[in-house]
């Protein structure tokens, strides 16, 4: 079975400030991992996502998020937060094998940006 | 570009109604899904449709039904409401493949009183 953890349901950061955003996995086979975005009462967004071509992988936004398979990690990062990416974000995998193309969610971390 | 369609965008009733939540999208997807949303408890999922013509249990279906009407839409269900179905309902689509990112509509807020 696959899973996802997201660290800290809340993060605050200051507008310029560097945003950190971490995400756990666990999965029994190569994942494919996905960041998306939730602005208030919209539906989610695609952010970015990872499907073994690059470890590095770029988002919209500026967003980026890197791969780490021996830490089982996928944290999403952004050099410098803007008002507008407050949001709630939710980190996403799929590939447990099979016909199953089912995502397992985070529970969520929601970015308040201070001015 | 419409992309995923829900309908309606609100909706209030009470325990005991049944109503029908509507999905729709038109970028010719196999895949479609009925997620709800609770505060600290992110998406699960509820019933999903791989293809035309099939349709699977999720994590939490008890309480809920799924039609899939053809290759556009996926219906879902709720033929006697509770008030723990208070939720926001999200579907989304996707092509039948487990790199492709699936993509959501606007969702329904649901409240049963």
């Known amino acids: 079975a696959q899973s996802v953890t997201q660290l800290g349901s809340h993060v605050s950061v200051s507008e310029g400030a560097l945003v950190l955003l971490r995400c756990n996995y666990s999965?029994?086979?190569?994942?494919?991992l996905f960041w998306y975005v939730q602005y208030p009462n919209q539906g989610l967004q695609l952010l970015l996502k990872y499907t073994s071509a690059a470890t590095l992988v770029k988002g919209i936004n500026g967003f980026e998020a890197e791969f780490k398979k021996s830490e089982t990690s996928f944290h999403l990062t952004k050099p410098s937060a803007h008002m507008s990416d407050a949001a709630e974000y939710f980190c996403a995998v799929s590939g447990s094998g099979g016909s199953n193309y089912k995502l397992t969610f985070g529970k969520g971390t929601l970015l308040t940006v201070n001015p | 570009n419409a992309g995923v369609t829900q309908t309606p965008k609100f909706q209030v009733l009470k325990t005991g109604q049944s109503m029908t939540l509507q999905c729709a999208q038109d970028?010719?997807?196999?895949?479609m899904y009925w997620y709800r949303q609770d505060p600290g408890m992110g998406l699960r999922l509820i019933y999903y449709s791989a293809s035309e013509g099939t349709t699977d249990k999720g994590e939490v279906p008890n309480g809920y039904n799924v039609s899939r009407l053809n290759k556009r839409e996926f219906s879902l269900r709720l033929e006697s409401a509770a008030p723990s179905q208070t939720s926001v309902y999200f579907c989304?689509?996707?092509?039948?493949?487990?790199?492709?990112?699936?993509?959501f509509g606007d969702g329904t807020r649901l409240s049963i009183l």
């Open positions: 989304a689509s996707s092509i039948q493949s487990l790199n492709q990112p699936q993509h």
């Open positions: 999965s029994s086979v190569p994942p494919y």
């Open positions: 970028m010719n997807h196999n895949s």
